[in-house]
């Protein structure tokens, strides 16, 4: 009887040896046709394997199949070698291609071919794009693929490769078979490969094959380097519920085969082998710096292979196959979670659309532009492109040090490639020659300012504008030549709004955000809205590709108590003070001071273990202010406990002054940074020091996006973050690293209810639930012509100026007197009145801006009003109410961190699908006031802890006696606060505690027996003295 496992290999055998998997079966029963003068030399030692298969001992390859192929595609070029060997040519063959590999790598090798004294020589020929070329299919057809069974690898012993996939005698893929049925999986596939010698000649780096598969019935993995126990196997299934849909690790069920067929039916079937090689595989050197033993730092250059992942091949074919059969016009949206290897496929997309040729063989595109802000990105395409064939060019980059003209210049020029910023377009839009050219735009990170002026005049600037005028004249019942010269300028602007023929879309994103879905997804028959290609979080994670951001959370919540010290009680502003009201407790030296504590032991404890000792942290904070006392009192604390082993840095943009500071210093990334040398930090050098050198990052609105750093552990959270915002965020620390396998994250002012909700929206597929209806916009002409504070006759004044084509003099000064009427009425109005007004005109911009990404509304009215709106909005003054600063109002009393939760938050997809976008509603200003110590108390209910009366007792009974000693006054005029604190006060507050004591041990116990309590409460009470005499 047949075992299992050699039952499976049959099976797969079976179809990659069938007419629809295109090989040729190579085994003791098949013997190979040569051509005729190709038969051994003498001299020549050959080894035959399985009476069919012949490889040159420690060679790795047939070449006898190779010198056949060559003969029969490229006869030119095999005469001129024959000539050039006195003998042996086959040798000589075998010896010029192991050269050519030693020297360029097998990849390369596969894809180019090789050169031997001025005769390029193919070793592999792709499929043409077209079939004009008949030559170039012929030459296809002629590539000898087979199928082995039981692979002899090496010259010595018997080991053997369950099957190995050749190309022209070229051994370039292996695969390991395991049968669950007798209790062996994948995993003991990948045991096996790692057990084989990587320095035999098939399985060496670079070298021969290309990938090495690890199989079981239901689960693939594959390698491209084989490093003993250091091989990184990494999945290539489709997912639960199918590739391109969000579902888990695995694949789903086959009702006639196997659930892990997909990975020999469209990965290793024959034609789609080739394909991968051609148009996917390349190989990827990044240069890293290092430190070496001394601590110097050198760059090493590391090579990877770079395979498709599945979801990365499924998506870019199933995109580019969708181009093919429904041509230009639509849009794509890819939700491809952190850790999908979305540069990769966004080289892999932008490349293959690039290369795209209709039936007639002309390109479909004219140009391919990618979107983006990452330089990471611009890098990865010149990479990757350069490892293809060279008939598209090379990436035009156009970087920060470009200017627009440039951009301009390389659309113009018809550059097939290029790399560009959003923020270009305005500058050159109306300078390019778009008509009846046809362009794809990639967009990296697709929610990032798509409905703003730059992506309206990407749109204008690349979109062929003739059959939207054609369509606007019908819809006007006019000639385009009977058009006035004055409306031209506003009619193309018009005509550039919604989706063009000539425009294709292709974004992706990890967190769609409803506008995105609209803009970029597909619509499905319930009118619902839903992303071209999904590649979910769930299993991303379940995957190992990135880990779980929140496996490991904890939570504090903070308990405030804070009192008036003024001794009136004046009506202030209600909602400005309480944002007050929580700004001082948040940036009170006390709060932060016990966060600081907390995050340096959280470091010591936690982080600095992980990842071998080499984890770091991520201090979020709600400001800049917050980050330069945050860094303060982390230092302190650091100084205070001996602790000299922690390298603190900062990072945000601008600079900020601490009110608090009496010397007004200026502090700025780079003032405030010193390095490991002791020197300071350039700002474009802050992320270096980080990763070689630094512990602890403090930042504010500051490497919370698009910052990748696989040593990243632990994220320390003192900001509110919801929705995508709080994905992105806390997805810092997801990052994969060999030795990294946990990650934490310590929140001091999130509900982890509300993180587990954001994240439910991106953890599986986003949808959006119908279309926008975009007739509102009316709604809210209507209600913005109810203000009166303009008239039609103010729209057309200021249109005549800002469309005019024959006068250009001092337009700004002209449209500034055209709008100068409606500023005057507007400043007439009342405070509520204004504030409506703004909020009204505000969303009607947005609003109008968004619809025509979407669609063409072509009304000229509309058109004409939403400009003059968008002009008028920057000349509104903005109210701005006076609130006083409360510092010197009010004093805290109590603060205690109190940890509320501890665990892990499991993720959970939420399936609702997103709500769809409306304009903005009627809001009344919040104008109402109430006594401060109102305002007050409802800060402390916010925060309420767990106060106990003997608590409060022993504060007031303490902050009484220690204010009647009057030398804390002198003590924090005279010696500063730092001294005060550390040195003076502890030794007073010791002596008035055991006073107390003597008075009163019931009250006073519980202080004495808690070592944390007795410290609190000293601390608290040295900083309400250091705020309350440095004010004074």
């Known amino acids: 009887m047949k075992t299992k496992e050699k039952l499976f290999e049959e099976d797969v055998e079976a179809y990659l040896t069938s007419p629809d998997g295109g090989y040729l079966k190579c085994d003791d029963k098949h013997s190979l046709t040569f051509v005729e003068d190709l038969g051994e030399e003498e001299g020549c030692s050959w080894q035959q394997v399985d009476g069919g298969y012949r490889i040159l001992p420690g060679k790795g390859v047939d070449i006898i199949t190779l010198a056949n192929f060559i003969q029969t595609t490229q006869p030119k070029a095999w005469e001129r070698f024959k000539k050039t060997c006195d003998s042996d040519p086959l040798k000589k063959l075998a010896n010029a291609f192991q050269d050519a590999v030693d020297r360029d790598g097998i990849v390369r090798i596969l894809k180019h071919g090789f050169k031997h004294r001025g005769i390029t020589f193919k070793v592999l020929y792709f ?50 078979l395991k049968d669950q049925f007798t209790n062996q999986t994948y995993e003991n596939a990948e045991a096996q490969w790692k057990r084989r010698d990587a320095r035999e000649s098939c399985f060496k780096f670079k070298n021969r094959m290309i990938a090495f598969f690890a199989v079981d019935t239901s689960y693939a993995t594959m390698a491209t380097e084989l490093k003993g126990d250091s091989t990184y196997f990494l999945p290539i299934n489709q997912g639960t519920n199918g590739a391109g849909f969000d579902g888990e690790k695995g694949n789903p069920a086959c009702e006639d085969g196997y659930p892990v067929e997909h990975l020999w039916k469209t990965v290793l079937q024959k034609d789609s082998l080739i394909d991968i090689i051609n148009k996917f595989l390349h190989l990827e050197k990044k240069d890293n710096i290092v430190l070496d033993k001394h601590g110097n730092e050198k ?44 540069s990769n496929s966004i080289a892999w997309v932008a490349y293959r659309l690039a290369s795209l040729f209709n039936e007639g063989n002309t ?50 020029g018809g550059k097939r490639l290029i790399v560009s910023t959003l923020q270009k377009f305005p500058v050159i839009f109306e300078e390019v020659e778009n008509t009846g050219k046809h362009f794809a735009v990639v967009i990296d990170e697709a929610h990032s300012s798509q409905t703003g002026r730059s992506a309206q005049k ?118 400005p003070t309480m944002k007050l009201l929580r700004k001082y407790k948040e940036l009170h030296p006390y709060a932060i001071g016990q966060k600081a504590a907390i995050i340096v032991e959280t470091f010591r404890n936690i982080t600095s273990k992980a990842i071998k000792g080499k984890g770091k942290m991520m201090v979020v904070t709600a400001s800049r202010l917050a980050t330069v006392r945050y860094f303060h009192e982390v230092k302190r604390y650091m100084q205070e406990k001996g602790y000299n082993d922690i390298e603190v840095l900062v990072a945000f943009s601008g600079s900020v002054i601490d009110p608090a500071d009496p010397d007004g210093v200026e502090y700025t990334e780079p003032s405030t940074n010193v390095g490991h040398d002791g020197a300071r930090i350039a700002e474009t050098q802050t992320k270096k020091e980080f990763r070689f050198y630094g512990d602890v990052l403090i930042v504010a609105e500051k490497y919370q996006t698009g910052f990748d750093e696989p040593l990243l552990h632990t994220m320390v959270i003192d900001k509110k973050l919801k929705d995508v915002k709080a994905v992105q965020t806390l997805c810092r620390v997801n990052r994969i690293h060999p030795d990294k396998h946990d990650t934490f994250i310590l929140d001091f ?22 279309h926008i209806n975009v007739d509102l916009i009316y709604r809210t002409q209507t209600e913005l012509r109810d203000f009166e504070v303009y008239e039609e006759e103010d729209i057309e004044a ?51 801006a968004y619809i025509t990404q979407i669609t063409r509304m072509f009304d000229k009215d509309l058109h004409k009003e939403y400009v003059y709106l968008s002009y008028l909005q920057h000349l509104l003054e903005v109210q701005k109410i006076v609130v006083e600063s409360v510092d010197d109002k009010v004093e805290m009393r109590f603060y205690k961190l109190e940890k509320s939760f501890d665990g892990s938050i499991e993720l959970e997809a939420i399936n609702e699908p ?39 007792v022993v504060l007031r009974q303490l902050a009484e006696k220690l204010e009647a000693d009057g030398s804390i006054k002198n003590s924090v005029g005279h010696d500063g606060s730092k001294i005060f604190k550390n040195n003076i006060f502890p030794k007073v507050f010791g002596e008035v505690a055991r006073q107390a004591f ?35």
Not at 474 to 502: F, P, Q, T
């Open 299 to 342: 760059t090493v250059t590391k090579e990877r292979i770079i395979f498709p992942r599945y979801h990365q091949l499924d998506a870019v074919r199933k995109l580019v196959a969708d181009v093919k059969e429904n041509g230009t016009g639509k849009n794509y949206l890819i939700q491809h979670s952190a850790g999908s290897g979305k």
């Open 458 to 575: 990407l749109k204008t600037a690349l979109a062929d504008l003739t059959d939207p005028l054609r369509e606007y004249a019908e819809i006007e019942a006019e000639d385009e030549e009977a058009r006035g010269d004055s409306e031209d300028e506003l009619v193309n602007d018009m005509a550039a709004h919604g989706r063009h023929k000539n425009l294709t879309f292709c974004a992706f994103t990890a967190t769609p955000k409803n506008k995105t879905l609209e803009m970029f997804g597909n619509e499905m028959l319930d009118g619902s809205f839903r992303p071209f290609h999904v590649y979910s979080m769930r299993q991303a994670i379940q995957e190992g590709f990135i880990l779980n951001p929140l496996d490991h959370y904890v939570a504090y919540s903070e308990a405030v108590e804070i009192a008036k010290t003024a001794p009136d009680n004046p009506d202030v502003p209600t909602s």
């Open 363 to 412: 390109p479909i595109f004219d140009s391919v532009v990618v979107v983006t802000d990452r330089r990471v990105l611009d890098a990865q395409l010149q990479e990757t492109i350069s490892g293809f064939d060279h008939q598209i060019g090379s990436v035009c980059v156009i970087d920060k040090d470009m200017h627009a003209s440039d951009l301009r210049d390389a659309l113009n």
């Open 914 to 952: 997103l709500d769809q976008i409306v304009p903005l509603g009627d809001k009344v200003i919040d104008k109402k006031t109430d006594p401060l110590q109102i305002v007050i108390d409802r800060i402390n209910e916010q925060y309420v802890g767990d106060f106990t009366d003997e608590d409060r």
């Open 127 to 176: 499929a043409p794009e077209n079939s004009l070329n008949e030559a170039s299919v012929v030459r296809y057809r002629q590539n000898a693929c087979r199928c082995i069974r039981q692979f002899h690898f090496s010259a010595t012993g018997n080991q053997t490769v369950d099957i190995v996939l050749d190309l022209n005698g070229i051994p370039v893929v292996g695969i390991e």
């Open 749 to 770: 002012v999130n509900d982890p209810d509300k993180i587990k909700e954001a994240f439910g929206r991106y953890y599986s597929d986003a949808a959006l639930s119908r």
């Open 998 to 1032: 003597k008075e009163n041990m019931e009250a006073f116990e519980s202080m004495f027996s808690d070592a944390e309590k007795y410290q609190a409460i000293m601390n608290a009470l040295a900083e309400m003295f250091v705020q309350r005499y440095q004010m004074n």
């Open 798 to 848: 200021a249109s005549l100026v800002a469309f005019g084509k024959d006068d250009k003099r001092n337009v700004q000064g002209r449209l500034s007197s055209a709008l100068k009427p409606a500023v005057v009425k507007y400043e007439a109005l009342d405070d509520d009145v204004r504030y409506q007004f703004r909020r009204k005109v505000r969303s009607f911009c947005k609003w109008y």
